[in-house]
């Protein structure tokens, strides 16, 4: 055996890095120091590195693999070995993009690591380096008394994990399943300065903990103090259409932890009914996908430029490709005035490391606009323009995916949030989006009153009364239409 030393490199500072690692020796065996934090999910095994790794190799050729985020360029090398001595192989890393040159930042909102995680300080350490986020949020949560190992963390901004370039928050994920089948939903809970309790109810705490209180009044603790509101990867929750309703939710988590086509639909539901909510992803147990929150919050990047600029919807969600959209020179979170007929300009700008098939442009959660990306050049990067005649009031997003999937096996994929055309009511589709709603909370309501459990009458009605309050909403809007 003989010893091999990696030294992971910027390509442009010369500065050491942090990544991740795969090593597979000459007889296709994957390698890894005994002592390493490995990441976690589907697809190509790596261990994390700090910057340097040393480990014992047999004789052959020895592949290296390493990563760093997704905008450096993966690096692969292949390196031979004798079968004693040492050999020290410097790799370096190439950006094929940087976004926050741009002041685009991003974030994962939505992790945890689990009772088996035996180092989440290391993990937490290495985590925002190694895939290069700008902003990592981790979070408490419960389930009975499972001792998740990321729970021992205080709520709050984490000053011994962050740096200037890297904010690290611990945040909570307030939760509602039943054993009926119809949970509430999750939410997560951002830049909070206490814990909001309960973190569960319901069949998360035991069998006998009541269906109480409903998840909007976690959002309404969280927002008094000054938190962010984000629905969870749990689009299909019974209580998401009555948060959104009642605006109290600040964005929606999507492809949180991996590509569901559901929550398309859902979150598009939402839009046409004219209720502003930005798109944003996380990862929910560890960093499990490339996903992540692009935020532009301006030159001064800190804390609450990020969660401000979140607000305000200027941001895409992706697990690689960068994907930009302007109409009449605004961008997501904007709004433009369409009284009058008009024609208004779409531009649509990507890039991406792997391979894109097509870029779209929906309006009201119809494509109006797509375009097939031919091999070759166009698939990496590139920019389309073309006027539209005005398509009333409603909303205007651009989506982009291949069939390439990254190394954690996932398709690419990228999604602006929306840009608001007038009021942003879908005139054609807001009274079919909300008859959606109306019949899922009238069958929620039904599980609620035939199967919900209280410990007292007063909590029943409460909880009722909070969905026949959604419900007007979306009865209004519908008659309305």
């Known amino acids: 055996m003989a010893i091999l030393k990696g030294l992971i490199r910027d390509a442009l500072s010369g500065a050491p890095v942090a990544a991740k690692v795969n090593v597979l020796s000459s007889s296709g065996s994957p390698l890894h120091p005994a002592d390493s934090i490995m990441k976690v999910g589907p697809g190509v095994p790596f261990f994390y590195c700090g910057g340097e790794f040393s480990l014992n190799v047999p004789r ?33 890393l190439e950006r094929w993009v940087d976004l926050p040159a741009r002041h685009w930042y991003p974030g994962n909102t939505h992790i945890h690591y689990d009772e088996l ?6 993990r937490l ?42 904010l690290v928050d611990c945040g909570e994920e307030s939760r509602h399943n039943a054993h009926h089948g119809g949970g509430y939903g999750h939410v997560m809970l951002l830049n909070l300065r ?52 009642l605006g109290k939710l ?31 992803t996380g990862s929910d147990w560890f960093i499990c996908s490339n996903n992540r929150v692009y935020v532009q919050s301006g030159e001064d990047f800190n804390y609450a430029s990020w969660l401000e600029g979140l607000r ?59 375009r097939g990306l031919e091999e070759g050049h166009q698939q990496r990067e590139g920019k389309w323009r073309f006027d539209l005649p005005s398509q009333g009031e409603g909303w205007v997003a651009a989506r982009a995916y291949g069939e390439a999937r990254d190394s954690f096996a996932q398709p690419v994929y990228a999604h602006t949030s929306p840009i608001y055309l007038g009021a942003g009511l879908a005139p054609d589709k807001v009274g079919s989006s909300a008859g959606f709603f109306l019949r899922a909370i009238e069958e929620a309501r039904d599980l609620i009153d ?7 009458d007063v ?7 909070l969905f026949e309050e959604g419900r007007k909403v979306y009865a209004a809007l519908r008659s309305g239409a």
């Not at 995680?117 to 290391?122: A, F, L, S």
């Not at 069949?203 to 509101?229: E, H, I, K, M, N």
């Not at 035939?450 to 007292?456: D, E, L, M, T």
Request: charged share 20%; glycine share 8%; hydrophobic share 35%.
């Open 60 to 92: 052959g050729s020895t592949d290296i693999l390493v990563e760093r985020g997704t905008e450096y360029k993966p690096l692969h090398q292949v390196v031979s070995v004798p079968s004693k001595g040492a050999v020290e192989v410097e790799l370096q």
């Open 117 to 122: 995680e035996g180092k989440p300080d290391e």
């Open 125 to 166: 350490r290495l985590d925002p380096e190694v895939n290069d986020l700008s902003v990592t949020a981790v979070s408490i949560l419960q389930r009975g008394e499972i001792p998740y190992a990321s729970n021992k963390y205080p709520i709050g901004f984490m000053t011994d994990f962050s740096t200037a370039h890297r």
């Open 194 to 245: 206490n814990l909001v309790e309960p973190v569960s109810r319901g069949d998360l705490v035991s069998a006998f903990d009541p269906d109480y209180p409903p998840l909007c009044y976690a959002c309404d603790d969280a927002r008094t103090q000054g938190g962010l509101v984000l629905w969870c990867h749990n689009g299909r929750g019974m209580e998401a259409p009555v948060a959104a309703a």
């Open 250 to 280: 600040d964005a929606f988590n999507l492809f949180d932890p991996s590509w569901k086509e559901l929550e398309y639909d859902i979150w598009y539901h939402l839009l046409n009914c004219g209720i502003p909510l930005p798109a944003s």
């Open 312 to 370: 305000a919807g200027r941001t895409f969600i992706t697990n690689g490709p960068a994907l930009f959209l302007a109409v009449d020179g605004q961008q997501p979170g904007g709004r433009i005035e369409v009284a009058g007929s008009r024609r208004l300009g779409i531009s649509v700008e990507w890039s991406s490391f792997y391979p894109l098939r097509r870029i779209e442009v929906v309006c009201n959660g119809v494509v109006i606009q797509s």
């Open 450 to 456: 035939r199967f919900g459990r209280f410990s007292q």
């Open 459 to 465: 909590q029943r009605q409460e909880v009722l009364h």
